[in-house]
Nanobody, 118 residues
Framework: QVQLVESGGGLVQPGGSLRLSCAAS????????MNWYRQAPGKQRELVAAITSGGTNYADVVKGRFTVSRDNAKNTVYLQMNSLKPEDTAAYYC?????????????WGQGTQVTVSS
């Protein structure tokens, strides 16, 4: 009924930039929250950034380097990643709370790989 599709991952050198996109499609009345998580091999999944109508939040390790934004007309959230470090290497996942009728359901995208290496 609702799908989240991430894109924009790839290989980049340290100090470089990438912009991730997450597009929601389907029967959407409203999107209440959209989050970016990441998970590196051998590590737990961590929340990177979040956006709601009330504002944005970031993990301390990405604050000042990453920016999350939202295009409501396109039902899309973006994660602009600047000054990338090897430690940012991970699979990045989009997570959203989407209202299709009278309830909000939680959805996850398939993930997109970001690799930061020389």
């Amino acid at each position: 009924q609702v799908q989240l599709v991430e894109s924009g991952g790839g290989l980049v050198q340290p100090g470089g930039s990438l912009r991730l996109s997450c597009a929601a499609s389907g029967n959407i009345v409203s999107i209440h929250y959209m989050n970016w998580y990441r998970q590196a091999p051998g590590k737990q999944r961590e929340l990177v950034a979040a956006i709601t109508s009330g504002g944005t939040n970031y993990a301390d390790v990405v604050k000042g380097r990453f920016t999350v934004s939202r295009d409501n007309a396109k039902n899309t959230v973006y994660l602009q990643m600047n000054s990338l470090k090897p430690e940012d290497t991970a699979a990045y996942y989009c997570n959203a709370g989407v209202q299709s009728d009278y309830v909000v359901r939680d959805y996850w995208g398939q993930g997109t790989q970001v690799t930061v290496s020389s």
